[in-house]
T-cell receptor
Framework: GAVVSQHPSWVICKSGTSVKIECRSLDFQATTMFWYRQFPKQSLMLMATSNEGSKATYEQGVEKDKFLINHASLTLSTLTVTSAHPEDSSFYIC??????????????FGPGTRLTVT | SQKIEQNSEALNIQEGKTATLTCNYTNYSPAYLQWYRQDPGRGPVFLLLIRENEKEKRKERLKVTFDTTLKQSLFHITASQPADSATYLCALSLDTNAGKSTFGDGTTLTVKP
């Protein structure tokens, strides 16, 4: 199988605080993980690519100092939303890339984290 | 710029019929394409991957085609069931991107009993 867990599944925090979200690949090693956010009835918006042992690559318009990503091992990536504000409230989803042979990769997604900033 | 279009935001069909979802793209030459299923409030689930040199892939009641000339992929669910109701996303990838994909907006399928 290819199972990815995400913790917490939901979190409520006060404006100005920081929140850490963990993404773990449980039964395979993932050199690359991805972080997305998704607004209601909209598609996935890629925020950043997390590479084990190196700095994350952020998509245009995503503040790297606000969304800190750490990929310290082949099975764990974390996303920290720093100084969260109500506009950061969203559904955050991680995925881990697993090669299906050659240069093709399938993405296995975590169940998502619902962040609400009050 | 790259653009991915999935047919109609919503598709309603009767149980037992074949559902056909479309994914069209422009300004892109993907090396492979994937289809995912997403249920409300959940992360997407991988279904099928097809490479540019493959015309068709099957998995149980699912079938995917990939036409690089038309720049189109079709996703079929045969003998559809109410449990197939979900949002289906197509995603395009390059070999040089180590898994990074561009996702379409999705088509929400409703199968009525």
């Amino acid at each position: 199988g290819a199972v990815v867990s995400q913790h917490p599944s939901w979190v409520i925090c006060k404006s100005g605080t920081s929140v850490k979200i963990e993404c773990r690949s449980l039964d395979f090693q993932a050199t690359t993980m991805f972080w997305y956010r998704q607004f209601p009835k909209q598609s996935l918006m890629l925020m950043a690519t997390s590479n084990e042992g190196s700095k994350a690559t952020y998509e245009q318009g995503v503040e790297k100092d606000k969304f800190l990503i750490n990929h310290a091992s082949l099975t764990l990536s974390t996303l920290t939303v720093t100084s969260a504000h109500p506009e950061d409230s969203s559904f955050y989803i991680c995925s881990a890339a697993k090669t299906s042979g050659g240069l093709s990769y399938e993405q296995y997604f975590g169940p998502g984290t619902r962040l609400t900033v009050t | 710029s790259q653009k991915i279009e999935q047919n109609s935001e919503a598709l309603n069909i009767q149980e037992g019929k074949t559902a056909t979802l479309t994914c069209n793209y422009t300004n892109y030459s993907p090396a492979y394409l994937q289809w995912y299923r997403q249920d409300p409030g959940r992360g997407p689930v991988f279904l099928l991957l097809i490479r540019e040199n493959e015309k068709e892939k099957r998995k149980e009641r699912l079938k995917v085609t990939f036409d690089t000339t038309l720049k189109q992929s079709l996703f079929h669910i045969t003998a559809s069931q109410p449990a197939d109701s979900a949002t289906y996303l197509c995603a395009l990838s390059l070999d040089t991107n180590a898994g990074k994909s561009t996702f379409g907006d999705g088509t929400t399928l409703t199968v009525k009993p």
